[in-house]
């Protein structure tokens, strides 16, 4: 260590004389390492040198593990000297107790390997900021909560309650040894962490922030010997500083306009101390069914310069947005009731409008940003070129060949039958060593069921988030054609939903209500937290005037072993109901990044070689799926696509996203 160091303070020290920079690193570590990132003066200190952060947000688990050094490379070659990325618990402890930083078995475990990532930003030239959560928001499914905490009655989510804390103390006792070996005072890049998220803004009728809970997470976080500068972030101007703790966290502030009326505020409430917005939105995010959302590279020109003359630091959020894959994506809760009627949820792409598109491309912010930092930066670093973007390809149609209607998977592939007196939320099934369902579909079975003509079904609350109902096979529920079909049955915003069965009597009929978790809330009302179950909870379901009890229930989590092994595909058929549908995409060259076009398509799951890529809608904004070249391979990849309601005969791709609401 000590000869390294020395080696870099030559390098250094000749730098300027060969007319070469140092680089970030060397820059601020060439006398060797003795303080972190200091905050006990108007201006931040690295290692006693002064610095700006100039940070881009990316996170790990939204771009595949062998685009992360790419991305970041782009991101260093814009000028930045930091990136920030949040930590995803629900990810990294899968089942309760169950732990996954990489190869741990479960289906994520690709995304998973943060040390890896820690890494490569140290190797490209680059700081870190960690935000840990617990509670992360980041538009991720259940702001990154695992779903099995809901098992526990009297959890109080983001309070000092001691079942929640008993579990986040768990998980970062595992967490924060993993990550305190690169901590920069370690020799590591990561110089700053963030506890909670925007904790001020759960101020609500009966909720108080609590200070008591930031301390206890700051106490773990101590007794796992992190020692760097500890940060909060919040809508400064609305929660000033309920969400922190005065001289204790540095605050920061997230926002998207009026960046001197933010900034003037963190200065009003810190006077002696450094200024810096966690989150400068230089794009946003989309909820499927609403408009795709933009900021123009002049507006984003603007705000930027205007933060950096201010002068603060600043991460951008997102600098690379990239994808909710498979199941991973949150949802808002917009009118604060509890009864799930105000879900938003939000779309499987999380491009965010950011300066490297969600395939890592170039966008005209990226050059704004670059421009800026080479005009506001006083420190010349060694900054490399932007890299070659990769190619990307639009590969002929193919044909779907084989298919199986979704009540014979239910039938003859179910991976788990459970069975219930009452219907019951997927979080509460039995299910994965007592941690029950966290995504995809659960389907409520009733079978042997006598229909007069014109049977009614009655589904009692808010469907937990979109269901479709099968008699014996057939879709007997509203296919999702445009966005006004979201206020009928079939959707959440029916605080009671009716349906016809049947015309004609049956004697025999199996009913199948299959309903999809279509991401759990990820902001809003403190309250709603303990009670965002999936599937239907919320009171009974009754055919014509008779509650039904004892049902089979079946759990569709589309894990890849599953998927991989289903048998007794058939021929594709004229029939185009709620299905699996398989392609075959065969490649014989290297294979490249390419964009599925779905709009064909009704709504439904991708998944590509045993892989959940996303969930598609056609009521848009996003119509096309990104798939990344490394989830490709040369030869034949097998692509199956669950169609809710109405499928196309073949699978087409394009070179880039459409956005198009209907
Ligand atoms: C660090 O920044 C402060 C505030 O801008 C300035 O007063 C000070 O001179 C700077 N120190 C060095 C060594 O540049
Ligand atoms: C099941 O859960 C228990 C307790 O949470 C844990 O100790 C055990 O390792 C888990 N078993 C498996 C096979 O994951
Ligand atoms: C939910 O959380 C609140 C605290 O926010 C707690 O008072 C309540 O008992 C919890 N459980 C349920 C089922 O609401
Ligand atoms: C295929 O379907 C038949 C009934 O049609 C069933 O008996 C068999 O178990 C199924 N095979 C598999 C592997 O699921
Ligand atoms: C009712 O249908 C099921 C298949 O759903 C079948 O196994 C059973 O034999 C049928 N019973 C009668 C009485 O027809
Ligand atoms: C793709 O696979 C074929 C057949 O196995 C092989 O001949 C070819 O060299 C491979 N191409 C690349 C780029 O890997």
């Given at each position: 260590?000590?000869?390294?160091?020395?080696?870099?303070?030559?390098?250094?020290?000749?730098?300027?004389?060969?007319?070469?920079?140092?680089?970030?690193?060397?820059?601020?570590?060439?006398?060797?390492?003795?303080?972190?990132?200091?905050?006990?003066?108007?201006?931040?200190?690295?290692?006693?040198?002064?610095?700006?952060?100039?940070?881009?947000?990316?996170?790990?688990?939204?771009?595949?593990?062998?685009?992360?050094?790419?991305?970041?490379?782009?991101?260093?070659?814009?000028?930045?000297?930091?990136?920030?990325?949040?930590?995803?618990?629900?990810?990294?402890?899968?089942?309760?107790?169950?732990?996954?930083?990489?190869?741990?078995?479960?289906?994520?475990?690709?995304?998973?390997?943060?040390?890896?990532?820690?890494?490569?930003?140290?190797?490209?030239?680059?700081?870190?900021?960690?935000?840990?959560?617990?509670?992360?928001?980041?538009?991720?499914?259940?702001?990154?909560?695992?779903?099995?905490?809901?098992?526990?009655?009297?959890?109080?989510?983001?309070?000092?309650?001691?079942?929640?804390?008993?579990?986040?103390?768990?998980?970062?006792?595992?967490?924060?040894?993993?990550?305190?070996?690169?901590?920069?005072?370690?020799?590591?890049?990561?110089?700053?962490?963030?506890?909670?998220?925007?904790?001020?803004?759960?101020?609500?009728?009966?909720?108080?922030?609590?200070?008591?809970?930031?301390?206890?997470?700051?106490?773990?976080?101590?007794?796992?010997?992190?020692?760097?500068?500890?940060?909060?972030?919040?809508?400064?101007?609305?929660?000033?500083?309920?969400?922190?703790?005065?001289?204790?966290?540095?605050?920061?502030?997230?926002?998207?306009?009026?960046?001197?009326?933010?900034?003037?505020?963190?200065?009003?409430?810190?006077?002696?101390?450094?200024?810096?917005?966690?989150?400068?939105?230089?794009?946003?995010?989309?909820?499927?069914?609403?408009?795709?959302?933009?900021?123009?590279?002049?507006?984003?020109?603007?705000?930027?310069?205007?933060?950096?003359?201010?002068?603060?630091?600043?991460?951008?959020?997102?600098?690379?947005?990239?994808?909710?894959?498979?199941?991973?994506?949150?949802?808002?809760?917009?009118?604060?009731?509890?009864?799930?009627?105000?879900?938003?949820?939000?779309?499987?792409?999380?491009?965010?409008?950011?300066?490297?598109?969600?395939?890592?491309?170039?966008?005209?912010?990226?050059?704004?940003?670059?421009?800026?930092?080479?005009?506001?930066?006083?420190?010349?670093?060694?900054?490399?070129?932007?890299?070659?973007?990769?190619?990307?390809?639009?590969?002929?149609?193919?044909?779907?060949?084989?298919?199986?209607?979704?009540?014979?998977?239910?039938?003859?592939?179910?991976?788990?039958?459970?069975?219930?007196?009452?219907?019951?939320?997927?979080?509460?099934?039995?299910?994965?060593?007592?941690?029950?369902?966290?995504?995809?579909?659960?389907?409520?079975?009733?079978?042997?069921?006598?229909?007069?003509?014109?049977?009614?079904?009655?589904?009692?609350?808010?469907?937990?988030?979109?269901?479709?109902?099968?008699?014996?096979?057939?879709?007997?529920?509203?296919n999702l054609e445009s966005k006004d079909d979201l206020n009928w049955v079939g959707f959440w915003?029916?605080?009671?939903?009716?349906?016809?069965?049947n015309r004609e009597k049956k004697t025999n009929a199996t009913v199948d209500i299959i309903v999809?978790?279509?991401?759990?809330?990820?902001?809003?009302?403190?309250?709603?937290?303990?009670?965002?179950?999936?599937?239907?909870?919320?009171?009974?379901?009754?055919?014509?005037?008779?509650?039904?009890?004892?049902?089979?229930?079946?759990?569709?989590?589309?894990?890849?072993?599953?998927?991989?092994?289903?048998?007794?595909?058939?021929?594709?058929?004229?029939?185009?109901?709620?299905?699996?549908?398989?392609?075959?995409?065969?490649?014989?060259?290297?294979?490249?990044?390419?964009?599925?076009?779905?709009?064909?398509?009704?709504?439904?799951?991708?998944?590509?070689?045993?892989?959940?890529?996303?969930?598609?809608?056609?009521?848009?904004?996003?119509?096309?799926?990104?798939?990344?070249?490394?989830?490709?391979?040369?030869?034949?990849?097998?692509?199956?696509?669950?169609?809710?309601?109405?499928?196309?005969?073949?699978?087409?791709?394009?070179?880039?996203?459409?956005?198009?609401?209907?």
């Amino acid at each position: 260590m000590a000869v390294g160091v020395t080696l870099l303070g030559l390098l250094y020290l000749f730098a300027p004389t060969l007319g070469l920079d140092p680089t970030n690193y060397e820059y601020f570590t060439s006398d060797g390492i003795s303080s972190g990132l200091s905050a006990d003066q108007p201006y931040f200190t690295l290692n006693g040198k002064n610095i700006t952060i100039y940070s881009g947000a990316m996170h790990y688990f939204r771009v595949p593990r062998a685009y992360w050094r790419d991305r970041l490379q782009k991101l260093r070659a814009a000028g930045l000297n930091t990136v920030e990325t949040y930590i995803a618990w629900n990810l990294h402890e899968p089942e309760n107790g169950v732990f996954d930083f990489g190869e741990g078995g479960s289906e994520m475990e690709d995304f998973l390997h943060v040390e890896e990532y820690l890494k490569i930003a140290q190797d490209e030239d680059l700081f870190v900021i960690l935000r840990i959560g617990p509670y992360i928001c980041s538009e991720f499914n259940f702001g990154g909560f695992p779903s099995w905490l809901l098992r526990e009655e009297q959890m109080g989510f983001r309070t000092s309650e001691p079942t929640y804390l008993k579990y986040v103390e768990r998980y970062f006792n595992v967490l924060l040894p993993i990550l305190k070996d690169y901590q920069f005072t370690n020799g590591g890049p990561v110089i700053a962490f963030q506890v909670e998220n925007e904790y001020g803004y759960t101020v609500s009728e009966g909720y108080k922030p609590e200070r008591e809970y930031l301390e206890q997470l700051r106490q773990i976080l101590i007794k796992n010997d992190i020692v760097e500068l500890l940060v909060t972030s919040d809508g400064i101007t609305s929660t000033g500083v309920s969400g922190s703790i005065p001289g204790v966290f540095l605050q920061t502030a997230n926002f998207g306009s009026d960046p001197e009326g933010q900034l003037n505020k963190l200065v009003e409430l810190q006077p002696d101390r450094p200024v810096m917005t966690m989150e400068y939105w230089i794009g946003w995010f989309d909820y499927w069914s609403d408009e795709h959302h933009t900021v123009s590279a002049d507006t984003a020109k603007d705000l930027y310069e205007r933060i950096l003359k201010f002068p603060a630091s600043v991460n951008i959020y997102m600098f690379h947005g990239g994808t909710n894959f498979g199941f991973t994506n949150g949802a808002g809760l917009s009118n604060g009731l509890f009864d799930n009627s105000g879900f938003e949820p939000i779309t499987t792409s999380y491009d965010y409008d950011s300066p490297l598109n969600e395939a890592g491309d170039y966008t005209d912010k990226y050059f704004v940003v670059r421009e800026l930092l080479e005009k506001y930066n006083p420190v010349k670093t060694n900054t490399p070129d932007p890299p070659a973007l990769a190619p990307k390809v639009g590969y002929p149609s193919i044909s779907i060949d084989k298919q199986i209607p979704i009540a014979q998977v239910l039938t003859e592939n179910p991976p788990h039958v459970i069975n219930s007196e009452n219907v019951i939320a997927m979080e509460m099934l039995d299910i994965n060593n007592g941690s029950g369902q966290s995504f995809g579909y659960i389907a409520y079975r009733k079978e042997n069921v006598y229909l007069g003509p014109y049977t009614r079904l009655i589904i009692e609350g808010n469907i937990c988030d979109v269901v479709i109902v099968l008699v014996d096979g057939v879709l007997m529920s509203r296919n999702l054609e445009s966005k006004d079909d979201l206020n009928w049955v079939g959707f959440w915003r029916q605080k009671q939903s009716f349906l016809i069965l049947n015309r004609e009597k049956k004697t025999n009929a199996t009913v199948d209500i299959i309903v999809e978790e279509w991401g759990r809330m990820n902001g809003g009302n403190i309250h709603q937290y303990n009670k965002t179950f999936k599937g239907l909870w919320q009171g009974d379901v009754y055919i014509d005037t008779e509650r039904v009890s004892d049902w089979k229930i079946i759990p569709l989590e589309f894990k890849k072993s599953w998927t991989n092994s289903l048998a007794n595909w058939s021929d594709k058929t004229s029939s185009d109901g709620p299905g699996l549908y398989h392609a075959n995409l065969e490649i014989t060259t290297e294979p490249s990044d390419t964009y599925l076009d779905m709009r064909k398509w009704t709504k439904g799951l991708v998944i590509v070689n045993g892989f959940p890529l996303g969930k598609y809608a056609k009521i848009g904004p996003q119509q096309a799926l990104y798939l990344p070249g490394p989830f490709l391979k040369n030869g034949s990849n097998d692509i199956v696509i669950f169609e809710q309601f109405k499928a196309d005969d073949e699978l087409s791709f394009v070179t880039k996203q459409i956005w198009n609401t209907v």
